[in-house]
């Protein structure tokens, strides 16, 4: 349109050749008036404000000039400068915006293509961070279990140390860390825990130190309880019976099995021999019908009517088993590790909340419960205990679970020669519920900023 102004002044000049000077004085106002409007307009305008609102402001300032050109031929060439300074005026502020216009979609690119590499180096941020922590899960139980392993038996470093406390925090974390996995969906590190933490409270790592922590705080006969006095004869009534009347109806005056067990299902009588047998007889007719040759001495007997299963210790304190009806000729020990280092004087196979264990004790003091996985019929396998760890309580002569009470019954025999029965807590899950209680989670000489910070120090996720 402004284009259109530009062409029409220029036909018009060629056609006003004529007019007087006091009429271009006249129009000179005209130029003025252009020059009034083209200063302001380009003291103010922006590319948006000409198309949009300015732009009849510009052909104001045209078409005054475009008067004083056409009525004035002595002002056209003045007027017509003007209008091309306003046309390149009008160009210079159209590019500079254009030019404006195409930075800013760059620098908006720019900062779309940062806002892209920013939000995804956060996502590999947040990726890192989150594998850190499930890292740290992964790794905390390993963490928890070498903090226990470690931690003091000696009485006066667990209160100096207040292990009695952290080993509470250990076992408590040990349970969040596995809510925490939960959450992350974390299943093959939370097979992992399920895996340690089992081995851990049967291994006897657990469950030793929180008999010391137990009888650091003056609690040991909540574990160990030795609060009367019995005779070998009242003690495991059943067993001495049926040992009794085996020798009596079988053997020659003078001669005694070394042990004896009896199968009330199948009417056996197993009878372990000091010759290195183990003789099986019919409980009713006492009749001999099979033998079983060792090569060492059998000191204790037991059978497992639903496995037909003898286990068996020897003399030595190793401890095995006899797969009867299927390979009686085969008599496989565990691990040298799980020998009880002297003549073993019983053992006995129970169930307990579902779960199977191997009670066997050895003369020198030790006794151990074991926990049977489903590996424990193969040859040469170690089995994982808790160990009796009080080496004060005299030989032990017998020992049995008792099932009315959860406890294990065991006979000794003081160096003095008085013979004691202690009621013995094996089960690491109980004794340490039990601690939790009598501790109440306030040990007397830990203020209460202290046990704050002993819970937060623990903390490793």
Known sequence: MMLKYLIISFLIVLSLQGLSQDTCLYYQRYIDKGDSIFKKLRTDTKFEKLVK???????????????????????????????????????????????????????????????????????????????????????????????????????????????????????????????????????TAIDTLNSLVENLYFNNDLYEKIYFCLDANGWKSSVLDSTFKISGASLFAEKIKIKSLAEKRILPPGKKFTSAVLSKNQHLLFCATEDNYIVVYNDKS???????????KITALDYDDNSNTIFFGTVKGDIGFIRYNIDSKNQPVYDFENSLGSQTTAIEFFKYKDLSFLLATGINSKATVFELDSNYLVSNNKISGNILPDKEIGSINDAKFDAATHMVMLQTTSKSGIQMMYSWNPFTYEILEKFKKLLNFNPPNISAEKEKNIWTESKFY
């Open 286 to 296: 006492f009749n001999a019908i099979d033998t079983i040759a060792l090569g060492t």
């Open 53 to 187: 609102k300015d732009e009849t402001k510009f052909a104001d300032a045209i078409n005054a000039y475009n008067t004083a050109m056409l009525h004035c031929p002595a002002k056209a060439q003045e007027a017509r400068s003007k209008i091309l300074e306003v046309f390149k005026y009008i160009e210079k502020v159209k590019k500079e915006a254009i030019d404006k216009r195409n930075l800013a979609n760059f620098l908006y690119r720019v900062a779309d293509t940062a806002k892209a590499a920013a939000i995804a180096q956060k996502k590999i941020a947040d990726t890192a961070k989150e594998n850190a922590y499930k890292s740290n899960l992964s790794n905390a139980p390993y963490k928890y279990i070498r903090l226990v392993k470690d931690g003091p038996k000696d009485k006066d470093k667990i209160k100096r140390d207040s292990f009695d406390y952290k080993l509470i925090a250990y076992c408590n974390h040990l349970v969040s860390v596995k809510d925490s996995m939960n959450t992350k969906k974390m299943n």
